[in-house]
């Protein structure tokens, strides 16, 4: 079946504005993640969504960050006032709940900002 | 706090030559430790956790509670090895995010 798809797959903005950027997870994963992927600081977490569980928001570097997942499916990661420290590759991750899933990425988004 | 450590950011070896990129981790619970690997202008995939005690690709890797190592071993590379590759830790409890080490580039030369 179709694996986790994330739109765009490229962005490249202006320093303040802002960005939305949207994951599509595996159809019946519960358990959805948001991940950085900057140069030379390997991946990083940003936010974790677990069925109708609240958010584990704790690795949003500021408030500028922010992500929703509607409905128990799509997410939409929201960046607001881009700054150049934004820059880096976004990957989304699904998993169904447990210690043991496997957690499976998409293709990632990558933000530029000018 | 979890962290990862990967010292190495760059390790080059000949095709045929054993392969070991090293990992650390700090936890003070029980972890499941995992390796992924990104091959070039491909997603982030799985390649092993330690639960599994399998081998892939070739690959092993051994959990060494004493050492908080978790290193990755192939006795003999191949060019089509090289890729980017993340030690992850996940706590056996609770939220379920990944911790990642900065990552380990291996090259391997014909």
């Known amino acids: 079946g179709a694996g986790v798809s994330q739109s765009p797959s490229n962005k490249v903005t202006e320093k303040g504005k802002d960005v939305e950027l949207r994951c599509d997870p595996i159809s019946g994963h519960t358990a959805l993640y948001w991940y950085r992927q900057s140069l030379g600081q390997g991946l990083e977490f940003l936010i974790y969504?677990?069925?109708?569980?609240?958010?584990?928001k704790s690795g949003l570097p500021s408030d500028r960050f922010s992500a929703e997942r509607t409905g128990g499916s799509v997410s939409t990661l929201t960046i607001q006032r881009t700054q150049q420290e934004d820059s880096a590759v976004y990957l989304c991750?699904?998993?169904?709940?447990?210690?043991?899933?496997?957690?499976?990425f998409g293709p990632g988004t990558r933000l530029t900002v000018l | 706090a979890q962290r990862v450590t990967q010292p190495e950011k760059l390790l080059s070896v000949f095709k045929g030559a054993p392969v070991e990129l090293k990992c650390n981790y700090s936890y003070s619970g029980s972890p499941e430790l995992f390796w992924y690997v990104q091959y070039s202008r491909q997603r982030l995939q799985l390649l092993l956790r330690h639960i599994s005690r399998e081998s892939i690709k070739g690959f092993t890797a051994d959990l060494n509670k004493g050492e908080t190592s978790f290193h990755l071993k192939k006795p003999f590379a191949q060019e089509e090895d090289s890729a980017m590759y993340y030690c992850?830790?996940?706590?056996?409890?609770?939220?379920?995010?990944?911790?990642f080490g900065t990552g380990t580039r291996l090259l391997v030369s014909p």
């Open positions: 991750a699904s998993s169904l709940v447990g210690t043991y899933n496997e957690q499976f």
């Open positions: 992850a830790l996940k706590k056996n409890t609770g939220f379920q995010k990944l911790v």
């Open positions: 969504f677990q069925g109708n569980s609240a958010p584990d």
